[in-house]
């Protein structure tokens, strides 16, 4: 096995059931651990749920609910959805469990033991909502500096010197630079801690709730201390022998809200205190917005990750867990690490038909389909082109720069990036071209697109699993999971049989609404004015129809009804021109397949050339409605 490495996430609270901004943090992770597995590395890749602070004692109470049974439920929901969006935990830390809090109470123990411990008087205000003590001079007109309600607290409590660890915080910045990702999140923290730390009050007086301090029954734990030792109970602290071997983390994900009070500075100060290393590295994502706000269970704004996968399952005709891989997809490839980015319906619709259904649904369906065509279905015994291999290994090696850095969003990029160069590829190098020439370059191009795919396959793997399966499936080889692999000509080696290309996204409508919509009234077509004249089945025969796909859309400059389309008919490109701009916009046309007159004369339209015509019939406002066939067909196959 090689080296150990340990990846953490941020526990969600209980209080309510999982958004898609919570799921981003555990995607963060597993997508983290999926690479460092395929790395080589021996990883133990934890998850949890929050479960002890107030507010979830009170949601259960609002509920009538008795708290151990509510979020002992909410707990196994959290877990379903970590399972069903293929979130792969080793170990998923309950902060209600005994395990927990013996280490939660031993963390204490160790720290009062070291003298970072003290008792005193608090008095204070304390934001419910985020678990939060504020004193005086931090609230904005009476409420946290968030905008929730604070209520006055006036305890005996224990206090964590946190005051004492300014100092070995900032020297411990300053020689681990790589300490916290991104890098603009930095100073955020810096100048947090310059200001000065005050010491923390970690205990609250016991509510019948929470994790009791040891020798005093009448104190629980500060749900914020507890939790974040929610990291080492994971690795077995204190009692498993082997526990030093999954500690310090590689990583710890965090949303941005959590990272500078929490887990740049109470957390690491805490592992210092009690004399156990502190984890390499803290990375921080932005927010997802929803219509410019922050998502938050506790408003009621928010979009659940099963709801829209389950939804899109059925809309697009496709498995649930092929769903949940558009998600990652969106998630991973639109997330930002330094600012926020938003959620839309609108938005996801597009980037699935853009980067699944047409450039890796294109570069699939091409590169089998020619396969079958041209080398009998057969990975040929050829050398990988110059070009193609260079893809690949700039390819790999942005990818693992950007892994290095956490960096999710272009790690995506360096892999969808591979899966645009493939289509590129095809494109120049015209397969078709060289077979129609007999030329022996052939047999190494169509090697150089079966490696881009095996490749892609691999890298796209810690983003969409079930279709990296799909990909090794249909090119008749297991799946990939070693990076070294990647790129590597054995990976597929020749002769492999390849299956029948399937479309694993179909490209989704977006005329079509989603199903809740109720069908608009249709406008019956005005009647033909004149009964078009009969004609004969030989007549009829003469016409070649064809099925094709749209694999580039440009309007035609200075005509504007009209686009140039560029069509695959089987192996062939051609190029259309077609008056269907009014009705469709280019993103809403691109690998789509349609109905083509295969054997119409060429001609030109405005100046440009137009080989065929695409079949369409004319709503009542007189707008072009395509054909397309019911499922995805093979492309060139003859209508009739
Ligand atoms: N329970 C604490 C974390 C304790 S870790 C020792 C907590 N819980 S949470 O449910 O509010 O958030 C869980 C994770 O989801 C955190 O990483 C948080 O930053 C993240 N997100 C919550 N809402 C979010 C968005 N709208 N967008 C992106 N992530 C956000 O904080």
């Known amino acids: 096995m090689g080296q150990k490495t340990t990846v953490c996430t941020a526990i969600p609270y209980v209080n309510s059931v999982p958004h898609i901004g919570n799921i981003l943090t555990d995607l963060c992770g597993d997508i983290t651990a999926r690479y460092r597995r395929m790395r080589g590395d021996d990883v133990l890749f934890q998850v949890g749920t929050d479960e002890n602070g107030l507010k979830i004692k009170e949601a259960a109470e609002q509920l009538g609910r008795d708290p151990h049974e509510f979020v002992g439920e909410i707990a196994d929901r ?7 969006t293929k979130i792969s935990y080793d170990v998923f830390v309950r902060t209600t469990s005994p ?16 003298g970072f411990v003290y008792k005193d008087n608090y008095e204070g205000w304390y934001d419910v909502s985020t678990e939060t003590f504020f004193r005086e001079e931090d609230l ?39 300490f916290i990702q991104p890098a603009n999140r930095r100073n955020e923290v810096l100048s947090f801690i310059r200001q000065g730390l005050r010491d923390v009050c970690i205990t609250r007086k016991n509510p019948g709730w929470g994790i009791p301090v040891p020798d005093r029954e009448d104190l629980v734990i500060y749900v914020w201390f507890d939790a974040v030792i929610n990291y080492i109970t994971a690795t077995g602290w204190p009692d498993a022998p082997d526990w030093a071997e999954r500690w310090p983390a590689a990583v710890q994900w965090v949303g941005k809200d959590i990272l500078t009070r929490f887990h740049a500075t109470l957390w690491p100060a805490m592992l210092m205190g009690a004399g156990l290393p502190v984890f390499k590295t803290v990375a921080a994502h932005g927010w997802v917005l929803l219509q410019g706000d922050k998502m938050s269970k506790s408003r009621g704004n928010v979009v659940r990750p099963m709801e829209l996968a389950n939804e899109l399952s059925e809309r697009a005709g496709i498995s649930v867990d092929i769903a949940v891989d558009a998600l990652r997809h969106y998630l991973s490839a639109t997330m930002s690490m330094e600012t926020d980015s938003g959620y839309s319906d609108e938005d996801f619709e597009i980037r699935f038909n853009a980067d699944l259904a047409n450039d890796l649904g294109n570069a699939l369906n091409r590169t089998l389909s020619m396969a079958h065509k041209f080398v009998g279905g057969l990975v040929p015994a050829a050398a990988i082109e110059a070009d193609a291999a260079e893809a690949i290994s700039r390819a790999k090696e942005s990818y693992a720069a950007a892994m290095a850095e956490y960096q999710i969003p272009r790690a995506s990029e360096a892999a969808f990036g591979l899966v645009r160069f493939l289509n590129k590829y095809i494109d120049t190098r015209a397969p078709w071209a060289l077979a129609k020439k007999e030329d022996p370059d052939l047999a190494n191009v169509l090697a150089s697109m079966l490696h881009v795919l095996r490749a892609t396959e691999g890298l796209v793997r810690p983003f969409i699993p079930t279709a990296a399966d799909e990909i090794a499936r249909q090119l008749g080889v297991s799946p990939q999971l070693d990076w070294d692999a990647i790129g590597q000509e054995s990976s597929l080696p020749a002769g492999t049989q390849l299956e029948s290309p399937t479309p694993i996204f179909p490209r989704l409508d977006r005329t079509k609404k989603t199903m809740e919509t109720p069908p608009k009234e249709v406008a019956r077509p005005k009647p033909a004015p004149e009964p078009a004249a009969e004609i004969t089945i030989e007549d009829f025969v003469k016409v070649q129809l064809r099925v094709a796909r749209i694999v580039e859309a440009e309007p035609v400059e200075g005509a504007d009804k009209l686009y140039k389309l560029q069509i695959m008919i089987g192996d062939e490109k051609r190029q259309i021109v077609s008056g269907i701009r009014k009705a469709y916009a280019v993103e809403d046309l ?38 397309q066939p019911d499922r995805e067909t093979p492309e060139g196959a003859f209508v009739k």
């Open 140 to 178: 904005v007109d009476g409420k946290s500096p968030d905008g929730n309600p604070v209520r006055w607290v006036s305890e005996e409590n224990f206090f964590f010197r946190l005051s004492a660890f300014q100092d070995r915080l900032l020297t411990h910045f300053d020689e681990n630079p790589d």
């Open 590 to 627: 691109i690998g789509r397949q349609i109905v083509v007159v295969y054997n119409l004369k060429s001609a030109k339209l405005r100046g440009v050339d137009s080989q065929g015509m695409l079949l369409a019939a004319t709503d009542a406002e007189g707008n072009a409605v395509l054909l």
């Open 99 to 114: 395990e927990h809090v013996r280490a939660a109470q031993e963390l204490f123990r160790v720290l009062e033991a070291n």
């Open 78 to 84: 959290f877990r379903s959805i970590f399972d069903a």
